[in-house]
């Protein structure tokens, strides 16, 4: 039986779908206690990998356990792990309440824990409509109240926040951050980050079926590396001054400003006044969190083409280094596989870079998003080249690549150091990541 | 496993579909008999014209036995919908979720829906016995025993096909596909193939075909309890009698019972032991 400990364990996970790998060699542990969040764009193999866990789906290779044994062996499932996997799970002539009478059967509990669910998730006055009529935060809650009602120790939700609306969301939020707190477990995926970044404390974040996250919510936010936007009367002096003060990672922006990362604004004004450069403007500039999550889960969808060099001392081989490895530090021998299994496989294949750097063969030429391009928004076909990023939204910098540069000062990361524009001003044609999830918004992996 | 067995009979009575299949079930048995009935008791009376006196000719055994055939295919659907129907709405994860296992669940799918099979049978005995006395009154029923006798197996044969079905759903998982290769298999596969089985000279072998095993073994007894509520003379001969209730060539009744037995618990197994193992992404 199980040990009650609440842990979700998974080890070298593979699922083959035929000749398509679904999930690669994944490994990573959900401790109680805290909201872990499971990310990844769609088809990262998300869902599968939730399903395995569940024993809904059988690995190819590995073993995902929940409180220490798998979970066909639990004896009692229900009552240890609730899941929401899909919003359609249901019979559309059957009602609510009877829907929740059948598998409180099944599992045993009493008929009073039905009314109890349906209270909890807010259906209790629609448990006599049919599951069939309900909108899809409906039956998103219809959902929660079947995976609530043998009182789980362990829930686990795929893409929970589909179909509801704000104030759903909300509840949702709330809902499981207390179910975390009682030191019970939660894991709960998604494809967009912001949709659970207010919810979660633990990320793992996962692309093309490997882990490349896996540690607290705030590790990754405090990696985020503010730069510095300054506008001097004169860039060549402010930046000799720069380097003189040993700050070397700056580079100046398409608009004559200078961006300079690692810094605070104050330290770069400071030296513009020592220097005798005029300082017109500063401002500091952060790379959100979704930015973080594009680069990480980037080249999902990347076609394969060959890149062209864009810095020196490249090591796409390399695993991400340290600001990644809070909590479970990357073993290279993860990787061993992949490249084993796939010798002929382009490095960017893996570690893709940006994109901006070559054409994309892939994609249409006309409606993709430019520079510019928020994260999240609508392709801007008519942006302005040379617009100034920063006075608009947070400039879209190029998201890292998994592959950071060895030889970049510390911390590794840092989402600037490859934004070299074009110096003949020709516009990039970026490939904005975030467009290849839009399609997917209400979707699932 | 009274708890997964529980769940699955709530599943069946919160939606229509069992009282749905019903519908047909009753009309079929019903109306059979109600036919066969109306029709002996002319030739019962042409007969009694003829001979002079009135002879108890009990045909409505054989109806009874044929209407149990009739009626099986509704009760085969409906089980045939117990694991695929799961696939179809997607519910199958839950069911496994909640479930002490899969062998539990599936289990108490085969307990759940030999019940409903039960159901099935019990209902065209009652159709059919009301049709029986409507088309020919009650003198010309047989005795109570033989009745009952031939609804039992005819009630047998019923659970039977449900669980061959709720077999079949479990194998193929796709509702439409499994309903549809059920009714064109016995609604027209099978016919076929006995055609060419004939055609090759080894017309017996198309007696141990599933549907021909369960309708064949039906006949056989029905008319076997016919023959002797007739109490002819020993010296009979039936020949035109078998050919006329078309069992001539056909194995004892329990032989068929027992073939029909083995596909069934063939049927069943598999889809168990398939669903136990099946990928449910």
């Known amino acids: 039986m199980h040990d009650g400990s609440g842990r979700i364990t998974v080890q070298q996970l593979t699922k083959r779908f035929g000749p398509v790998t679904a999930v690669q060699n994944l490994s990573f542990t959900v401790e109680p206690g805290s909201v872990t969040g499971f990310l990844g764009p769609n088809g990262a193999g998300k869902t599968t990998t939730l399903r395995m866990i569940l024993g809904l789906v059988r690995p190819s290779v590995g073993i995902a356990t929940v409180n220490g044994t798998a979970f066909n062996t639990l004896g009692d499932p229900a009552r240890v792990v609730g899941a929401v996997l899909e919003a359609q799970n249901f019979h559309p002539k059957r009602k609510a309440r009877n829907h929740l009478r059948v598998y409180a059967a099944a599992i045993g509990v009493p008929d009073t824990r039905v009314e109890q669910v349906l209270q909890l998730v807010g259906l209790g006055e629609v448990g006599e409509r049919k599951a069939g009529q309900f909108s899809m935060g409906m039956k998103q809650r219809l959902a929660l109240a079947t995976a609530l009602l043998g009182d789980p120790q362990v829930l686990l939700l795929d893409e929970p926040a589909n179909g509801l609306d704000p104030e759903g969301i909300a509840w949702l939020r709330t809902f499981l951050q207390s179910f975390a707190r009682s030191g019970r477990t939660v894991l709960v995926s998604s494809h967009i980050l912001a949709e659970v970044e207010q919810t979660v404390d633990q990320l793992i974040i996962i692309s093309r079926g490997q882990t490349m996250y896996n540690g607290p919510l705030e590790h990754l936010r405090r990696s985020q590396q503010a730069r510095v936007l300054v506008r001097p009367s004169d860039p060549e002096k402010l930046m000799t001054a720069l380097r003189d003060a040993g700050i070397y990672n700056l580079e100046p922006t398409p608009d004559g400003r200078l961006a300079v990362v690692g810094v605070q604004s104050e330290q770069v004004a400071d030296i513009a006044l020592k220097a005798g450069v005029s300082v017109y403007g500063i401002e500091e500039e952060r790379v959100n969190l979704e930015q973080l999550y594009f680069s990480l889960t980037q080249g999902q969808y990347t076609p394969g083409t060959v890149p062209q060099q864009f810095g020196p001392g490249q090591q796409p081989y390399l695993p991400p280094q340290p600001p990644y490895q809070v909590q479970q530090p990357y073993q290279p021998q993860q990787y061993q596989p992949q490249y084993q299994q796939q010798p002929y496989q382009p490095p960017q294949d893996q570690y893709q870079p940006p994109p901006q750097y070559q054409p994309q063969p892939g994609y249409p030429p006309q409606g993709y998003p430019q520079q510019n391009t928020p994260p999240q928004g609508m392709p801007p076909q008519g942006a302005p080249p040379q617009n100034t990023p920063a006075q608009h939204t947070p400039a879209q910098p190029t998201p890292p690549q998994g592959n950071p540069v060895p030889d970049a000062p510390p911390p590794q990361f840092s989402p600037w150091q490859q934004q070299v524009p074009p110096q003949d001003g020709q516009q990039p044609g970026q490939a904005d990541p975030a467009q290849h999830d839009q399609g997917g918004l209400g979707g699932r992996s | ?281």
């Open chain 2, 1 to 281: 496993m009274g708890n997964a067995v529980k769940a699955e009979f709530r599943k069946i009575f919160t939606t229509k579909m069992w009282w749905a299949l019903l519908i047909p079930s009753v009309v079929v048995a019903f109306l059979a008999n109600l036919g066969f009935a109306a029709v002996q008791k002319t030739g019962q009376a042409d007969l009694a014209q003829v001979s002079g006196q009135t002879v108890h000719v009990p045909i409505a055994l054989i109806s009874l036995g044929v209407s149990f055939g009739f009626t099986a295919i509704f009760a085969a659907i409906y089980g045939a919908m117990a694991i695929s129907g799961e696939f179809r709405h997607r519910t199958i994860g839950t069911t496994y979720l909640t479930g002490r296992s899969r062998g539990d669940v599936l289990a108490a799918k085969l307990i759940a829906y030999s019940g409903m099979g039960l159901l099935y049978g019990v209902t065209t005995l009652i159709c059919a016995t009301l049709g029986a006395l409507a088309g020919d009154g009650s003198d010309a029923l047989p005795s109570g025993g033989s009745w009952l006798l031939v609804a039992l197996v005819g009630i047998v044969i019923i659970m039977l096909w449900t669980l061959l079905g709720v077999g079949l759903g479990g194998l193929i998982s796709n509702q439409i596909a499994a309903v549809v290769i059920l009714l064109a298999w016995s609604l027209a596969g099978e016919n076929i193939l006995s055609v060419l089985l004939r055609a090759m000279n080894i017309s017996s072998v198309a007696h141990y075909l599933p549907a021909s095993s369960a309708s064949g073994s039906l006949v056989v007894f029905a008319y076997d309890r016919f023959i002797s509520e007739l109490s002819l003379p020993p010296s009979a001969n039936l020949s035109d009698l078998e050919s006329v209730f078309n069992v001539a060539g056909l194995p004892p009744w329990w032989v068929g019972g027992l073939v029909f037995i083995a596909y069934a618990a063939v049927f069943a197994l598999a889809g168990w032991a398939i669903s136990r193992r099946r990928d449910i992404s």
